[in-house]
């Protein structure tokens, strides 16, 4: 198991009430508003924290560069992906990767 496989594994053991708790914590604290991609729209839906969230519905199509790399959230949660806003969370993408290769990801 990498570091984000034991991450979502310690989230799983969780309540679904401590879950809540945490994606609920992870999102006030994620940096993502301060990225040149996020836009008025997605902070008008209250989207953040892609990476576990999925990809922005309908608000976010223009990559402008991405935050995530530098992101402290990110790295203590072993992400090895970004752009999670247009390309999907940490689990869609690495998926992705399992079936399609490394051409389509990175
Ligand atoms: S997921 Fe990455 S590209 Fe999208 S808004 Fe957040 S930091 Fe920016
Ligand atoms: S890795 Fe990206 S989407 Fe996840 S919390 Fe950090 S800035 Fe937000």
Same mark, same amino acid.
């Given at each position: %198991?990498?570091?984000?496989?034991?991450?979502?594994?310690?989230i799983r053991?969780?309540?679904?009430?401590?879950?809540?708790?945490?994606v609920?914590?992870?999102?006030?604290?994620?940096?993502?508003?301060?990225?040149p991609?996020?836009n008025?729209?997605?902070s008008?839906a209250?989207?953040?924290?892609?990476?576990?969230?999925?990809?922005?519905? %309908?608000?976010?199509s223009?990559?402008k560069g991405?935050?995530?790399?530098q992101c402290?959230?990110g790295?203590e949660?072993?992400?090895?992906?970004?752009?999670?806003c247009?390309?999907?969370?940490?689990?869609?993408q690495r998926?992705e990767?399992?079936?399609w290769?490394a051409?389509l990801?990175?």
């Open positions: %198991m990498d570091k984000f496989e034991q991450t979502m594994d310690g053991k969780k309540t679904p009430k401590e879950q809540a708790d945490t609920a914590d992870l999102k006030s604290k994620c940096p993502c508003p301060a990225c991609t996020y008025t729209c997605a008008k209250g989207e953040k924290l892609f990476c576990v969230l999925g990809k922005s519905f %309908m608000c976010i223009e990559d991405c935050a995530c790399p402290p959230i790295k949660a072993g992400l090895k992906y970004q752009k999670f247009l390309r999907g969370s940490e689990m869609a998926y990767h399992t079936i290769g051409s990801n990175r």
